[in-house]
């Protein structure tokens, strides 16, 4: 974090940890992570070069399609799993993430 303010980054990581720590830890519970790439959106810019359409097919099929593999802890990009950052299937990393999530909204995750 610089100056106490967190990078569009690091809240991407922190959704992949929390969808991971979810998969990993609540058995016949679906939770998968989506990258949707770069695309031309009011936040992505008309310079973003990613398919707009393509961005969300994948959160479609994964919402609607029951044939998924892995039918949790995937992380997703254009319909194909992708190895995620490391520290996002760190479990270490995931409990620290879960502490300090209840320690901001009063929710235990358990």
Known sequence: ???GTASYSDSKLW???LAMAV????EGT????VDPGWVPTRMGGPG????????HQTQVRLATHD???P???????????QDPHPAARDPEFQDRLLQA????TGVRLD
Request: charged content about 20%; hydrophobic content about 40%.
């Open 1 to 3: 974090m610089a100056d």
């Open 15 to 17: 959704v992949t940890a």
């Open 23 to 26: 998969a990993s830890r609540w």
């Open 30 to 33: 679906a939770a998968q992570a």
């Open 48 to 55: 973003a070069t990613d398919d707009l359409t393509a961005g």
């Open 67 to 69: 044939d998924i593999t």
């Open 71 to 81: 039918p949790t802890g995937g992380y997703w990009y254009h319909q194909r799993t």
């Open 101 to 104: 999530l209840e320690e901001r």
